[in-house]
């Protein structure tokens, strides 16, 4: 499972917007946020590109770091 790390993830209400912002991204799928940490685990069913996942996290506020 590919662990991303999302800057400025604060509460359920960020936690729930990148949840439904991967979600969205066909191949991505069981998206699991850990605010302490900062991070998304998700299951990937296909090749999803970096580029799209820093895109679909950067429209609704937040940065991929790493």
């Known amino acids: 499972m ?3 790390q999302i ?3 604060r509460c359920g ?3 729930a917007s ?6 969205a991204i066909n191949g991505i799928s069981d998206v699991t ?3 302490d940490k900062g991070e ?10 970096m580029d ?3 895109k679909a996290i950067a ?3 937040f940065e991929v770091v790493g």
């Open 40 to 49: 998304a685990t998700f299951n990937q069913s296909k090749d999803v590109s």
């Open 7 to 9: 800057k400025g993830m």
């Open 59 to 61: 429209a609704i506020g």
């Open 52 to 54: 799209a996942i820093k």
């Open 33 to 35: 946020i850990a605010l």
């Open 2 to 4: 590919p662990t991303i």
């Open 13 to 15: 209400h960020c936690s």
């Open 18 to 23: 990148v949840t439904s912002a991967l979600n």
